[in-house]
């Protein structure tokens, strides 16, 4: 879908990046970054949660074994030396290019989200949703004992600071369009008539666990890069970094934003982003007769989504996509018009 | 290889342990049984049980039975102001809904705990008499864990005194079998989900001053482990029953603590991956549980 | 009059289900709703019974308005209904399930007596007290849903398909109990698909078809009605 329109907007992003590496420091400038690792998430979330009907909490674990693994192949050789001298001899002597370890930490999360979803899959609603947090636990038991790979609970510190705005967003745009495309295929078709009624589209001849399969496994492929730009990000992981919290406020992104909608990603992602970050600064500096107000902003996030449940379920855009303005084409889409209804 | 000692003082272990997770695991089923949700937040009132316990064994001269008496009280309370305020407006919302905002709770209780007091641990300290280990022919335990699992054990017997001889307890088991059919009934809904929530909380709070005697310590996300394995627990016993919950928090606490005593030491930091795995053993063999319940609707 | 309801309209989401309908109830008659399946019987049990709730119209009850009531409510008040297809509670015992009926009752005595009452109406009951009650068969379960309506001592007794699927012999039974009820004095609103049985008992009857009510008068006069004997009596 390279067509002119797409071009153009993309023109726009990357003269918008431009213009904020330039002129933005460095804090605004990771705050965009958040941002856009915020929309992959979200997106890789609204795959499975939105699109097919299966609730996943797994995400953080997804996302834990991107970071794991990118950070195990991009650190330098030296440091791998010195900080998990136990490591087997292959690994400790690869050091790999930003993006290569992006995209095996996001091969080895589908991968792991293919084998686990072989039992996982079979569950539906809260059952999923508890199975799902359960490799969660999982996941950071194994961060935590594989002392070897993943130096335990001290964690991987000193990851090469490869993340910036155009990694981010670069990814982003990935995302979005693989995401994007796949909604918009038979695919998607498939998925949304599963989320609507399981088994009258397995009635139809769709292979529903394939479906579901194919949701799960792109979502924690891009939650898994998330994971891998985010580590590269902060510098510094822990088992602990990959915490239900991460899963909770990534849901709070994808319900404000409308479950099922890709533009709905994108709006509660960057809402959801820069309202706690405005809030912590307030938070900072508010204080009740001197007792510091720690957890503040959580709360207001928390009430939100519990008020958006009770009355707007829907999210702000209601599971509708916005439709960017077509500057160019205007002609041929008229042209396209006609022929799809020769009789107008 | 393991002495009688050892074997002996995993069994207590596995008691107390036990014990824990079918008191959560209680709360959660009732409340699953009625509205068919999954209450996130009842892991953290756990939490609201130990500290409110830690808060009166400081500040106050009372005896050490209105530390487990009063947080039973007043959680109880929350747990029906909860349900009052978060789940009766989504009444016959979709699964997700509910979910989404049990979560939601389940983060207003931890961050309000971590802003009222603050996200530092407390030590849960008691006297050491009562933590005192002592022996009784093989078995070496101490006063707490005999009053604890004693108490757990009596809390139990009452409930389930309480759901067969009593009107509104009998008809709570009539709510979870088929609602439509209780309300035909006169049976007040509303009146026994509050009663359902209430206890529920109650036991969950009576388990929070076990764990923290049992840890040593308190801090504002610790509920939830326990929380979630106590679905675990619910889910093995077969989620709606009460007997269920209780024989499925027994045997995770069992399971748990062999997993740990009687396997090398390098897999004890796998213990908790070990009940999940656990989980998703019986969800995909036995998804009903080991005594699964007659309930008209679907779980 | 004891029961009103007044051009009652009810909707499943916006599928209209009842349209306009009207029915009267006076102390002590049995009346009956004849219709096939999807006419709209249940619906309007449960609506009288404050499940549903008519989006227009009146129900008045005893000389009070309980459009809007909520259905525990109305149980004290005097109406019991008696769900289609039993909806008994199969891990309960059957004398938990007749305690459930007396939900609301706070007289010991009346209800020991009415427990009394329903043992002699269905003895097997009696029998069967500590059983759990899914591992009854089905006419006994039927039996237990009427006695567990029973004990709460109603003034009007909504009852919704007691015989179906139930075997000829059961089904003799069931209506030979309903006869007997009448007789004590209970007001009956019957929703039978039954047809030939219902029109037998009753005083009056009601035709209802896909949400509006066709026919009404005395049953004797329906039993014989051209229309209702080609579409509900097997010509």
């Known amino acids: 879908m390279l067509n002119k329109n797409t071009l153009l907007y993309l023109a726009v992003l990357a003269a918008l990046l431009f213009a904020a590496q330039t002129l933005l420091n460095d804090y605004y400038q990771r705050i965009l970054a958040v941002v856009a690792i915020n929309i992959i998430l979200t997106l890789s979330l609204n795959l499975t949660n939105g699109f097919v009907g299966d609730f996943s909490l797994g995400h953080a674990a997804f996302m834990a074994i991107g970071a794991y693994t990118s950070a195990v192949l991009t650190l330098p050789v030296a440091s791998k030396a010195t900080l998990m001298p136990d490591l087997p001899p292959w690994l400790g002597q690869l050091a790999v290019p930003f993006l290569v370890a992006t995209i095996v930490g996001g091969v080895l999360a589908a991968f792991v989200a293919m084998i686990v979803g072989i039992p996982v899959l079979r569950l539906r609603g809260h059952y999923l949703a508890v199975a799902t947090l359960g490799l969660m636990v999982i996941v950071r038991a194994v961060a935590i004992n594989w002392t070897a790979v993943t130096r335990g609970a001290k964690g991987i510190n000193g990851l090469p600071v490869f993340t910036d705005i155009w990694w981010a967003f670069g990814w982003a745009v990935v995302t979005g369009y693989v995401i994007w495309r796949l909604v918009n295929s038979t695919y998607g078709r498939a998925m949304c008539a599963i989320r609507e009624d399981a088994t009258a589209a397995a009635a139809r001849g769709i292979n529903v666990t394939a479906h579901r399969m194919l949701a799960f496994c792109v979502g924690a492929f891009f939650a898994g890069i998330a994971g891998a730009l985010w580590g590269h990000l902060i510098s510094a992981i822990t088992p602990h970094s990959f915490s239900f919290l991460i899963t909770f406020n990534v849901v709070v992104m994808l319900v404000v934003g409308g479950m099922g909608s890709i533009s709905g990603s994108i709006v509660g992602a960057t809402l959801m982003t820069l309202v706690p970050e405005l809030l912590r600064s307030v938070e900072t500096r508010l204080s009740l007769g001197g007792h510091p107000l720690y957890g503040l902003s959580q709360i207001i996030i928390a009430i939100t989504i519990a008020l958006v449940m009770i009355f707007r379920r829907q999210g702000l855009l209601g599971g509708r996509e916005i439709r960017l303005p077509q500057l160019f084409d205007r002609r041929g889409a008229d042209a396209v018009d006609r022929q799809a209804s020769p009789s107008a | 290889m393991y002495s009688l000692p050892y074997i002996a003082q995993q069994i207590v272990n596995g008691l107390n342990l036990g014990s824990i997770y079918a008191l959560v695991a209680i709360g959660l089923t009732i409340v699953y049984g009625i509205l068919r949700l999954i209450n996130f937040a009842h892991g953290d009132l756990v939490m609201v049980g130990a500290y409110l316990a830690l808060a009166l064994i400081l500040n106050t001269a009372l005896p050490l039975g209105a530390a487990v008496l009063v947080p039973m009280i007043v959680v109880g309370g929350v747990g029906i102001l909860v349900e009052r305020l978060a789940y009766r407006p989504l009444r016959g919302a979709p699964e997700v809904a509910m979910l989404i905002t049990s979560l939601a709770v389940s983060s207003i209780i931890q961050n309000g705990t971590v802003m009222s007091l603050s996200a530092q641990p407390r030590a849960f300290r008691l006297p050491a008499d009562l933590i005192a280990q002592q022996q009784v022919g093989v078995v070496s335990f101490s006063t707490l864990e005999a009053i604890s699992v004693s108490v757990a054990i009596g809390l139990m017997a009452l409930l389930t005194v309480f759901v067969t001889r009593t009107r509104v307890g009998v008809a709570m088991r009539a709510c979870a079998e088929n609602l439509r059919a209780a309300r035909l009934m006169g049976i007040d809904i509303n009146q026994v989900i509050a009663y359902a929530f209430a206890i529920g909380s109650a036991l969950a709070a009576v388990a929070g001053f076990m764990w923290a005697g049992r840890f040593g310590s308190i801090e504002p996300f610790m509920g939830f482990l326990p929380g979630l394995k106590a679905f675990v627990a619910a889910v093995i016993g077969g989620i709606g029953s009460i007997p269920g919950a209780m024989l499925g928090g027994y045997l995770l606490g069992f399971a748990e603590i062999f997993f740990v005593g009687f396997l090398p030491p390098e897999f004890s930091g796998y213990r908790d991956a070990f009940v999940f795995g656990l989980l998703l053993l019986v969800l995909l063999v036995r998804p009903r549980g080991l005594l699964p319940t007659t309930a008209e609707r679907e779980g | ?235």
């Open chain 3, 1 to 235: 009059m004891l029961l009103e309801v007044e051009e009652v309209s009810v909707y499943y989401d916006s599928i209209q289900a009842l349209k306009g309908i009207s029915l009267r109830l006076d102390a002590g008659e049995l009346v009956t709703i004849v219709g096939s399946n999807g006419a709209g019987k249940t619906t309007t049990l449960l609506t009288i019974s404050g499940i549903l709730h008519p989006r227009r119209g009146r129900i008045r009850f005893d000389g009070q308005d309980i459009t809007h009531t909520p259905p525990h409510e109305l149980v004290r008040r005097g109406i019991s209904h008696c769900p289609e297809g039993r909806q008994i509670f199969t891990g309960l015992t059957v004398a938990e399930n007749l305690m459930m009926g007396a939900y609301h009752r706070r007289d010991r005595e009346g209800t020991v007596r009415d427990l009394e009452w329903v043992n002699t109406l269905f003895p097997i009951l009696a029998q069967r007290r500590g059983q759990a009650a899914g591992t009854l068969s089905g006419g006994e379960q039927q039996m237990l849903a009427m006695a567990r309506a029973l004990m709460s001592r109603p003034k009007v007794l909504l009852l919704d398909e007691p015989s179906l699927g139930l075997a000829p012999l059961l089904v003799d039974r069931i209506f030979e109990v309903i006869q007997e009820l009448r007789h004590s004095g209970v007001t009956i609103l019957l929703v039978e698909q039954n047809a030939f049985q219902a029109l037998r008992v009753a005083d009056r009857a009601y035709v209802l078809e896909t949400g509006h009510m066709k026919l009404e008068g005395p049953a004797r006069e329906l039993a014989v009605n051209e229309e209702v004997k080609k579409a509900y009596l097997g010509g």
